[in-house]
């Protein structure tokens, strides 16, 4: 769906990394957002949102593992993990400087069950809030070298117009949330491939280095929700069906119009 023009200005394996992305979302992001984004008026806007988001996704990780995947004891461990970023988000507290995170979460974690679930949702949580806090304080230095000033900012309305779509009963809300988590990893990717030709080369380079991991997370949450719907007749036979409904949720939230800019949302009100 990305036009060839624009891959063919990506390197070759980055291309690759985006066609499975491109098949799984259901609509590319509109040619309006690019336009609005690559504007140096929003550069400000783009990049605090974008870090907003980094620590949302790290938020997000560490909620799935103490939901479904840490024992008591463990939640106990990580409860104060993200307060330094949280304190700066929410506070404009610090100096911008934050734990190293090789040592601060190099624990043992257990698990609350002797499950493969529990087991593989701490390992592939735990690797993906690592690397989104890294992310968020990279988004920061980039900040910093492009002198733009961290300020508070709303949430787009994106995350919240896919949650409330979520199965209110177990183990089908744990699946559509892993679902979600898919499908905001896939267009995070694949907006940052179709941005970074756009903007400023040291961001556009920055923004391309991001790629490989959030493709990543893509896949870990999507084989998440496999592995939860296996485990259950009717999710595993309704799953190809459900990934295809939220799905659509998604692309009407990314190709309806959206009032407010953000990393992710609709068409520009101004552009009609
Ligand atoms: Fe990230
Ligand atoms: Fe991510």
Redesign the pocket.
């Known amino acids: 769906m990305i036009p060839t023009s624009q891959l063919s200005q990506l390197p070759a394996h980055f291309a690759a990394l985006i066609e499975p992305i491109d098949a799984f979302l259901q609509c590319p992001t509109p040619e309006a957002w690019l336009a609005e984004a690559a504007k140096p008026s929003n550069l400000q806007t783009l990049l605090v949102d974008h870090c907003n988001c980094e620590l949302k ?1 790290a938020q997000t990780g560490l909620l799935m593992m103490r939901r479904y995947g840490l024992s008591l004891d463990a939640i106990e461990l990580i409860k104060d993990w993200t307060k330094p970023f949280e304190d700066y988000v929410y506070f404009l507290a610090g100096d911008g400087k934050f734990p190293d995170k090789k040592a601060a979460f190099s624990v043992e974690l257990a698990a609350k069950d002797e499950t493969p679930l529990a087991r593989d949702i701490i390992r592939k949580m735990l690797a ?1 809030v690592k690397e ?1 806090l890294m992310h968020f304080e990279q988004v920061l230095d980039v900040m910093r070298r492009q002198k733009v000033d961290y300020v508070r900012l709303s949430a787009s309305r994106y995350a919240g117009g896919m949650i409330k779509k979520v199965r209110t009963y177990e183990p089908a809300a744990l699946m559509d949330k892993l679902v979600i988590g898919a499908l905001i ?1 896939a267009r ?1 990717c694949e907006r940052f491939a179709r941005l970074a030709p756009r903007l400023d080369p040291a961001i556009g380079q920055f923004y391309l280095r991001l790629l490989k ?2 493709a990543r ?1 893509y896949q870990d949450y999507l084989s998440l929700a496999q592995q939860v719907a296996e485990q259950d007749v009717k999710l595993a036979a309704g799953f190809d069906q459900r990934v295809q409904e939220l799905a659509e949720v998604e692309a009407s939230l990314i190709a309806s119009e959206d009032t407010e800019f953000r990393f992710h949302s609709g068409v520009p009100a101004t552009a009609h």
């Open positions: 996704a993906l989104e990893e995070s991991s959030e997370h």
